[in-house]
């Protein structure tokens, strides 16, 4: 009965829970731009001052950059972290956003109702989802839910360049049983998941250099060495005709998928053509061999980022030029060593630059995959409990992408994370008119309570 009680205060309060978040958002807090330092500055404030209204201890924490908010409830029993960020991505380029990215408003749409403003799901909405499910038990149990610890960056969208230090200068006070984190999105409109998998990256540009200046190639063609020519071999060489890497060694670390995930992720309905056709695409390009939820979240990958060399301008102009560059990027799963695949990577390159040629490498950061233990039982816990509130049952995920923070987590930290979010595929992170759902905010809420019921 007193969860009952939880989620219909959550209920009753969205109104007002609406118009705190339209506060928060109204906060320019762009970490990239120095001139709104004063602004992130202010946003760790008003989160400090909301924590510290449900009586959480809360403080701002000065670093290098932008400040951390650090709280804590004081409680006994499972202890967990929350984690989420406050810095949000410029709004460039601002003519097409509908209205003032920080004057946030809540608009009907044919999909359901949607706030709308720079960070509304990435990551201010998210992160309040937490919040408002903590001032909902505190107006019904009188006290705050067991041991939790939150913990608010203001650099995530800069490259968090002083969240490491901190992790590990305040490690045995952040260290908990298990993380929280807000910052992915639902599977579909109506099912949940808990992201256990997320792939890590490498990043790789690689120059090729011939003549001392562009050549004639009427006078040079055919005799001279073309970087660009060089550059097509060395990138076509990269995958087979089936789209495995050739790189040597690749797949060292690779686990194959365990029946479980297969049978979970086989029960999701996926259907790769359509989830292509939304950006004009139909036909899967991967591992021919692999499923498409197999090769979005658990399989590694290697893909050409971005090719320059010659003249690419209007018009035409004959030459062999000095110079060819290209970057890749690898996806890395299980426990594939970034740093061995970047050497037989360069290895691979090297043998295939003509004599003539030159070769330099610059890397572009370099991490490993995280995998979380399910065998905690929080975790099943927690997918029942997401389970009960959303449509659909909730089902264990991988995620394409990279979050560097779960892996800080279990490096510094000793500690698996729960990344559960609420976020739609359609949010325009990152992008102009960025929204989040109201639902996904109302049930995000809910669902906090009923995990934080099912955990502690």
């Not at 202010?42 to 924490?61: D, K, Q, S």
């Not at 406050?86 to 920080?102: A, I, M, T």
């Not at 990551?123 to 903590?134: N, P, R, S, V």
Request: with cysteine; proline share 6%; hydrophobic share 40%.
């Amino acid at each position: 009965m007193t969860l009952s009680a939880v989620l219909d205060r959550i209920d009753a309060d969205l109104p007002d829970a609406l118009e705190r978040l339209r506060g928060f958002l109204s906060i320019p807090s762009i970490s990239t731009d120095s001139d709104y330092a004063a602004e992130c500055r202010r946003a760790a404030e008003w989160l400090t001052g909301e924590l510290r209204g449900l009586g959480v201890a809360a403080e701002v924490r000065d670093t290098p950059g932008h400040p951390m908010v650090v709280g804590h409830t004081g409680g006994t029993g499972k202890s967990v972290l929350f984690y989420g960020h406050y810095d949000v991505q410029p709004v460039d380029p601002l003519e097409l956003w509908d209205r003032d990215p920080f004057d946030p408003a809540v608009e009907d749409t044919p999909e359901g109702r949607v706030i709308r403003g720079r960070g509304a799901a990435d990551d201010k909405g998210q992160l309040m989802t937490f919040i408002e499910a903590i001032r909902a038990w505190k107006a019904v149990h009188g006290e705050l839910p067991g041991n939790v610890t939150f913990l608010f960056e203001g650099e995530e969208e800069s490259g968090s360049p002083s969240l490491v230090p901190f992790l590990e200068e305040n490690a045995e006070e952040l260290r908990a049983d298990v993380a929280l984190i807000c910052d992915t999105g639902l599977f579909d409109r109506d099912r949940p998941g808990i992201v256990t998998q997320l792939r890590g990256l490498l990043g790789e540009e690689v120059v090729i250099r011939g003549a001392d200046k562009d050549l004639h190639s009427g006078s040079f063609g055919g005799l001279a060495a073309n970087p660009v020519r060089a550059l097509a071999r060395i990138v076509a060489r990269l995958h087979d005709e089936t789209g495995r890497v050739m790189v040597p060694g690749f797949y060292d670390g690779v686990p194959d998928l365990t029946p479980e995930l297969a049978a979970q992720w086989g029960g999701l309905g996926f259907d790769a053509s359509t989830f292509l056709s939304g950006v004009g695409l139909s036909v899967p390009a991967g591992e021919s061999d692999r499923g498409a939820l197999e090769q979005l979240w658990s399989r590694p990958t290697c893909e050409i980022n971005g090719i320059r060399g010659g003249y690419a301008g209007r018009g035409f102009k004959t030459v062999l030029p000095a110079e060819a560059a290209a970057k890749i990027s690898f996806r890395l799963v299980g426990d594939q060593d970034p740093l061995v695949i970047r050497e037989s990577f360069r290895a691979m390159v090297r043998e295939m630059v003509p004599e003539d040629c030159r070769v330099e490498f610059h890397d572009h950061g370099a991490a490993p995959a995280s995998r979380m233990d399910t065998s905690d039982p929080a975790f099943e816990a927690a997918r029942r409990a997401l389970s009960e509130e959303w449509p659909h049952e909730a089902a264990y995920i991988g995620a394409g992408g990279s979050i560097p923070i779960a892996g800080y987590f279990q490096k510094i930290l000793g500690m698996d994370s729960m990344l559960i979010g609420f976020g739609r595929d359609d949010d325009r992170i990152h992008s102009p008119n960025e929204k989040y759902d109201v639902n996904s905010f109302h049930r995000g809420a809910r669902s906090w309570a009923r995990i934080l019921d099912a955990i502690r």
